[in-house]
């Protein structure tokens, strides 16, 4: 029988519902009965940030590797489950998790879940399998470091994090993928894979005890045996247990050269709130919104639509459990890099020394309360939203989702945003990195 967690079940509310159930794992449930699916994303926290220090990468090489079945399921039949039904599934690691999901007809759910929680389970990780998926992981990486976006990208969070575990790559570098043994990822695999660690979120056409009937039967069976070693916790992952202070805040600089460039990439990044101030967390992303959302956002009127500075600009600030980047990215000559960050700064300075006017703060407040409800309006998105934020610890955010995150973003004043700004996008200490052509 399921055992509801006392902290958890005190947060219910008419719309989505937790359970801690008795494997351990997390179950949080939406009903949405005007839908014919339902849709599963399963999240476990094995991300990145756990790969042993030795087998950087090792994360997203096993989530390959699930896929390739168990002792009584062949390589490629989850799929075929799936595809056979109409469905659609996927998988994705990054730092701080590896989540897996699946979307079916509604009558096909039951059918559908117990293959992708044995995999998850009890993944064999043959070792012919694992050389062969070793080929596809190694292709995935070079094309990576084809891209230049990508590498860009990499390149910031290095220069932002430092030694902190933040700054890996996902994706691991060719050397040390090509190292990683079976044996490895099965120790890996036994650290981290369990029902504990996951977090199973529902949405769509399936009722609450339907539901938990069939999570508890899929997540138990098999499961409550395994009992880990504690050595074999101690030697995955030391570092990952303790991680590593954020770096102080100062100014951090440094430019690369790539040959495949037309363009230059400027990114400028400041660290952002954690998952421990949420409020602040959703409230960067209002200024995000204010500063390169939409063709009248003050960054993109200025530096893209009046000047052509920039071919173009985006922001972005994505929830984390540490300190997130907040990040204005921009594609522009070289040239223009000095007089474009200079520009970024300008504008920063600006919202910090005058307050919004009410009138552009409120096209803000509505542009991105409009935005989140409608990148919820399928099971899916609502399934890949619920189980990320509980994996965070968002209880709060994941229960009364369709309220609690606009009414966070609709209570801003204009000097709520100016102390923001002050807070965490610092004048004189921010990073900047740029990939110019070779």
């Not at 920063?348 to 409009?370: F, G, H, M, T």
């Amino acid at each position: 029988m399921p055992i509801t967690c006392d902290r958890i079940a005190a947060k219910v509310s008419p719309q989505a519902t937790f359970l801690r159930l008795g494997n351990g794992a997390t179950l949080v449930h939406q009903e949405m009965p005007a839908s014919a699916v339902v849709s599963v994303d399963v999240w476990v926290k094995a991300g990145a940030t756990s790969d042993p220090v030795s087998c950087l990468g090792m994360a997203h090489f096993l989530e390959h590797m699930i896929f390739k079945g168990t002792e009584a399921i062949a390589a490629g039949e989850f799929d075929l489950v799936i595809e056979s039904e109409g469905g659609t599934s996927n998988a994705a690691t990054s730092l701080d998790y590896a989540h897996y999901n699946f979307t079916v007809a509604a009558s096909r759910f039951a059918i559908a879940l117990p293959y992708l929680s044995q995999m998850l389970l009890e993944a064999k990780i043959d070792e012919q399998e694992l050389e062969q998926e070793r080929l596809v992981v190694l292709e995935e990486l070079r094309q990576a470091m084809d891209d230049p976006d990508w590498i860009a990208y990499q390149h910031l969070m290095e220069t932002a994090y430092g030694d902190h575990v933040y700054s890996r790559s996902v994706l691991g570098s060719e050397a040390v993928v090509s190292g990683i043994t079976a044996t490895q990822m099965r120790e890996y695999h036994r650290a981290n894979y369990r029902p504990e660690n996951m977090t199973v979120a529902i949405a769509g056409a399936i009722t609450r005890e339907e539901a938990i009937k069939v999570v508890d039967a899929a997540f138990t069976r098999n499961t409550f045996s395994r009992n880990v070693p504690k050595n074999i916790l101690s030697n995955v992952s030391p570092e990952a247990l303790n991680t590593q202070a954020l770096p102080t805040s100062t100014m951090r600089r440094d430019t690369i050269s790539l040959p495949m460039l037309q363009h230059s990439r400027l990114n400028m990044a400041w660290m952002g709130a954690s998952v421990a101030n949420l409020e602040d967390a959703i409230q960067l992303e209002l200024v995000t919104m204010i500063l390169t959302e939409g063709r009248s956002a003050r960054l993109v009127r200025e530096l893209l639509e009046e000047s052509n500075l920039v071919q173009d600009i985006a922001g972005s600030f994505a929830l984390q459990q540490e300190a997130a980047l907040f990040t204005i990215s921009a594609y522009l000559d070289a040239e223009n890099l000095e007089m474009v960050e200079h520009k970024i700064i300008q504008q920063v300075q600006d919202l910090q020394n005058y307050p919004i006017a009410e009138a552009e703060l409120n096209k803000a407040k509505r542009s991105l309360c409009n935005q989140f409800i409608f990148a919820l309006e399928s099971p899916s998105q609502l399934a890949n939203f619920l189980g990320y934020h509980s994996l965070l610890g968002c209880e709060e955010l994941c229960t009364d989702w369709s309220n609690a995150y606009c009414e966070i973003i609709r209570k801003v004043q204009p000097s709520d945003l100016q102390n923001l700004v002050k807070k965490y996008l610092s004048l004189e200490n921010y990073i900047v990195t740029c990939a110019v052509p070779t």
